[in-house]
């Protein structure tokens, strides 16, 4: 694991932020930190990078404790924390340029970078002026250049475009198929997420409800069976007459949860007996979306 | 030390285009110039006074607002200046998850305040003595040229500087602590104000207060021992007197209680 923690607790004042929180995250996997706003992600990653003490449980990133190894933990890890940390009065390059000094790093890669986060051609303007989506930009080439491990990136698409999220997603892919890096990515949105992480966490009011590989969230999502026929709300009050649950009814369709082909047969033939028409029968997986809603409103 | 090293150049690094940095070049510059100026309209008053008397009332038009407002003004805005760069960027979460100490980030910036009151106060001994002897050799009727104020100058400012630490220390921790300027401003000013007051009414425990160092230092030169040599008189500045001691105590005190703060204070 490159990122371990056991019972992870930490207050803001009376109020528990993150509740005894358990992350694993896998070397090679783009995990996806899921939550809504003020859920616990972002204390969660400062408390990832010592910038907060842990008041309770313990930390361990590359196998090694955080607080007794800071500095050679910190060396390896690259990190976007909230709008990026960009000094507005520095042009894009010279802000490189200055955290190329402090971590040592040659005036090569920073040029590097700039390329790498299509900036090259505003290298010279300054930061203040620089678009959301072109800050954005910089904090990632900030973050990538001292070539870390592993790569914290909190809400990194926030702010860009549509091209933009596009280039930020196929980056993370890249880095991690080809350059064999870790990534720890949060978000609030699940469709960001489903597009890219291996690894998912979601995370709701400081506590984690789902942790596991993007197949494992696919799976807890119970297929249900759809149904598109003409009067949907008459045949659905029939469904429930004969004891079926139904889950969801609007114009063109209704839902029942699957329980077996048999049962599907069975739903089928009731509404042709009683002259429905059915348009088409079949099973679907609850999407993540939706997932993703009745795990975070269930608590 | 590499980490401290690297910090201090990325200090200068990142301010060398803002006002922090030229305010303590530009500073000495322009008051210099501007008394040159004054000289230099006012030749015919100074004509023939010895060199030095002309060099007191140069120097000393300076060195009597230094004490009560400009050096402590100037160590609040340059205190904050070090510390507002981060703030106003938010860089203090980036600053302090980087593979650095942070024993050498904190002592790096503070050190880099340090180094810019210090070469503010010694530009100020440069400008002086330039400009005064740049006047007499425009002005020849202006006799600064006959006398050598260099040593005397540098040892006040010296003084000057080193009575100035526990107001930066001071300072600095406030900065570090609020965002905005009006708190640490506000509070230096008031702080000013009284340390000027309990200097002035030679409150027997002024020595104590920081804010009164710079203008006790100032006080103490007028009753410093003077030989009578009427064309070569010599002052004698005793440098350690105890106020520079309360001074160095507590710039060093507040200086470790500052990192402690550091250490525990959450990153926003």
Redesign the interface.
């Known amino acids: 694991m490159v990122i371990s923690t056991e019972g992870l607790s930490f207050n803001f004042g009376n109020q528990q932020v993150v509740r005894s929180l358990s992350l694993q995250v896998p070397e090679g996997s783009i995990y996806g930190f899921l939550g809504p706003n003020g859920a616990g992600k972002t204390t969660t990653i400062k408390l990832l990078l010592n910038l907060l003490k842990t008041d309770q449980g313990s930390i361990h990133i590359f196998n090694k404790e955080l607080q007794s190894n800071r500095i050679s933990i910190l060396s390896q890890i690259g990190s976007l924390i909230e709008q990026p940390a960009i000094y507005l009065h520095l042009s894009g390059r010279e802000n490189l340029l200055n955290r190329a000094l402090l971590l040592q790093v040659s005036e090569k890669r920073v040029d590097e970078m700039l390329e790498l986060v299509h900036l090259t051609g505003a290298a010279h303007k300054k930061a203040g002026k620089y678009s959301l989506g072109m800050k954005q930009r910089l904090g990632i080439a900030l973050a990538l250049l001292s070539d870390p491990k592993l790569l914290i990136l909190d809400e990194p698409t926030n702010g860009l475009d549509p091209n933009g999220i596009i280039e930020v997603r196929e980056l993370l892919i890249r880095l991690v198929t080809q350059h064999k890096k870790t990534v720890f990515v949060s978000s609030h949105l699940l469709a960001e997420i489903e597009r890219m992480a291996t690894h998912v966490g979601i995370i709701h009011r400081g506590e984690m409800l789902f942790q596991g590989s993007i197949k494992d969230l696919e799976t807890i999502s119970q297929p249900q069976v759809q149904v598109e026929l003409d009067s949907t709300v008459d045949a659905a009050n029939l469904l429930k007459k004969r004891g079926y649950l139904v889950t969801d009814v609007n114009d063109n369709h209704l839902s029942v949860p699957f329980m077996s082909k048999e049962q599907m047969g069975e739903i089928n033939s009731l509404l042709n007996q009683n002259e429905y028409t059915v348009y088409s029968i079949r099973k679907v997986h609850k999407d993540l979306e939706k997932l993703f809603l009745d795990i975070t409103q269930k608590v | 030390m590499k980490g401290f090293l ?2 201090f ?2 200090e200068f ?2 301010t060398r ?2 006002m922090g940095f030229w305010s303590a070049v530009l500073l000495p510059l322009a008051i210099c110039l501007l008394l040159f100026m004054g000289f230099f309209n006012k030749s015919d008053h100074l004509a023939n006074i010895p060199g030095f008397m002309a060099w007191l009332q140069f120097a000393g038009a300076i060195l009597a607002v230094m004490g009560s407002l400009l050096l402590p003004m100037l160590i609040v805005f340059i205190a904050y200046s070090v510390n507002s ?1 981060e703030h ?4 203090w ?9 942070k024993l050498s980030i904190y002592s790096a910036k503070y050190f880099y305040a340090l180094f810019l009151v210090f070469l503010c106060l010694a530009l100020f001994v440069l400008f002086t003595v330039g400009f005064g002897n740049f006047l007499s050799m425009l002005k020849p009727s202006l006799k600064f040229n006959e006398y050598h104020i260099e040593k005397l100058l540098a040892q006040i400012y010296f003084k000057l500087f080193l009575a100035s630490l526990g107001i930066l220390s001071i300072q600095f921790l406030l900065s570090l602590l609020f965002r905005d300027f009006l708190k640490p401003m506000g509070i230096g000013f008031v702080a000013t104000i009284a340390g000027v007051i309990f200097a002035n009414v030679n409150w027997q425990y002024a020595y104590l207060y920081p804010y009164s160092h710079p203008m006790l230092t100032i006080k103490g030169l007028v009753n410093s021992k003077m030989n009578n040599s009427p064309t070569m008189p010599q002052i004698t500045v005793d440098i350690f007197t105890k106020d520079i001691f309360v001074s160095l105590t507590v710039a060093v005190a507040v200086f470790i209680l500052g990192y402690f703060i550091v250490l ?1 204070k ?2 926003k």
């Open positions: 690297l910090s150049r990325s690094y990142k285009k803002t760069i106003k960027a938010e860089t979460k980036s600053l302090f998850s980087l593979p650095i100490a525990r959450s990153v």
